[in-house]
């Protein structure tokens, strides 16, 4: 296995990440206590997830210029990863709302209807159907040519509808999730130094492990392609 | 162009489509609060928008799309097609305002800002959908594809709007707010037509 220098790089960053995000010194604020700690996991796959997904669109954007095929699978694979992404930052998140946000007096389940209305929750929730959608629409169209062509028109169409909503929304709407001022995270004052320097890092090395996950699938569907051609 | 693309008898199917579907909901709910109410209204926009704009490509035969192909550009294609929806959409917003209100009561306070959001919903509803019918119809089970496609896409705007009608039952905002959302939606309309202008180009080769 050839091991290229940001693939290390994202191998020492997630070290980095698990050990120092669990071991070094967190401020200690009642209500949130050691969940903190979470953040060094939830917040960048958000943060990863729009990465893949923005390089998603580049990719599309240039499918649309140049008509290579090899532009329409790596958008599908990093919309892909993306998704995947997004499934673990609902769970992560799913795990931290359950200790800091659920009230301990009523059963889950009463809690969630009241949890699910939160902005970014629904903006979430939003950029996975929508993300869903593409795989549908992808999957729906038979000829290949075409299939590119119209989900790339889509992917760029959806993401340029839904990532200023989900930028803008909820700082319309009240919200108990944090980060409603400004930038979530990317803010300076947001974070205590001593998260900060776990936090980017981890942000790097979780983007990093997306995009080789993604290099693996996309180098398996050229695989297969060139197998399904020979063959014929 | 725009004459062209306007066929008289889906036009009174919607408006049936319209009055149809309030009676439905009259029946159901008599008199509903206001939240309710304005749910509601939003609801029955959202399907008649479905309804009205996904006639405009999926209701299209392959000869005439290759007919238009060989006289216009994509780009008058598409904008006469979303100034068609656009205006079809502020007629059916109006008609379900008058009828919607004429039925259910009316428990807004300001009912003329009510209307001017609504007519504007209508808008932006028309528009998204617009070319997510294009889009969807190249695809195989049309119809239903449209509504998984554009849910999600339209949910955002239709938040806002049910927000932003708040405002006309007297609900009080910080200064300015109404305003911003206001742009802001307007700014989406505008966001949108660039899109399509840009993306239809693409799809319209066959």
């Not at chain 1, 960053?13 to 070094?24: D, N």
């Not at chain 1, 169409?157 to 919200?175: G, K, Q, V």
């Not at chain 2, 709007?161 to 007297?170: D, E, P, Y």
């Amino acid at each position: 296995m050839r091991l290229t220098w940001w693939k290390i790089l994202s191998i020492i960053l997630l070290l980095y990440a698990v050990v120092g995000g669990l071991l070094l010194p967190v401020p200690e604020l009642s209500q949130l206590g050691e969940t903190i700690r979470n953040l060094y996991y939830h917040v960048c796959m958000w943060f990863s997830m729009m990465i893949l997904f923005t390089i998603s669109i580049i990719h599309s954007i240039k499918y649309l210029n140049t008509k290579n095929y090899i532009h329409d699978i790596k958008a599908k694979s990093y919309a892909g990863t993306g998704v995947f992404l997004g499934l673990l930052g609902y769970s992560t998140g799913a795990i931290w709302a359950s200790y800091t946000w659920a009230d301990p007096n009523n059963p889950a389940y009463a809690s969630f209807g009241s949890i699910m209305r939160e902005p970014k929750l629904i903006g979430a929730a939003l950029a996975l159907l929508v993300y869903g959608a593409y795989f549908i629409l992808r999957n729906s169209i038979i000829d290949i040519d075409q299939r590119a062509r119209v989900s790339a028109v889509y992917n760029i169409f959806a993401y340029a509808m839904l990532f200023p909503t989900i930028w803008i929304i909820p700082r319309l709407l009240p919200s108990l999730h944090p980060g409603k001022e400004g930038n979530p995270a990317l803010n300076f004052n947001d974070i205590d130094a001593r998260m900060r320097i776990v936090f980017y890092p981890a942000v790097i090395g979780w983007t990093l492990l997306g995009v080789w996950i993604t290099h693996l699938k996309i180098r398996l569907q050229v695989l297969n392609e060139k197998k399904f051609s020979n063959e014929q | 162009m725009l004459l062209e693309t306007r066929q008289q008898h889906t036009l009174y199917g919607i408006l049936l489509y319209i009055a149809s579907t309030i009676f439905v909901v009259y029946l159901t709910i008599d008199l509903p609060d206001a939240d309710t109410w304005n749910a509601i209204f939003w609801i029955t926009q959202l399907f008649i928008c479905i309804n009205a704009v996904a006639k405009s490509f999926l209701q299209e035969s392959r000869g005439r799309m290759l007919y238009y192909f060989t006289i216009t550009s994509p780009v008058a294609f598409i904008l006469s097609k979303l100034l068609y929806n656009l205006l079809l959409m502020v007629v059916m917003s109006s008609v379900n305002l008058i009828v919607y209100s004429a039925m259910m009561g009316n428990p807004t306070i300001s009912f003329f800002s009510f209307c001017l959001i609504g007519i504007l919903g209508g808008c932006g509803l028309g528009l998204i959908f617009t070319m997510l019918a294009a889009i969807a119809s190249k695809a195989m089970q049309q119809a239903s594809l449209m509504a998984i496609l554009g849910f999600p896409l339209i949910l955002p705007q239709l938040m806002m709007l049910v927000r932003l009608s708040k405002t006309a039952f007297g609900e009080i905002f910080n200064n300015g707010i109404p305003f911003q959302m206001t742009l802001l939606l307007v700014s989406f309309d505008i966001l949108m037509i660039i899109l399509a202008v840009i993306l239809f180009p693409f799809l319209w080769k066959d």
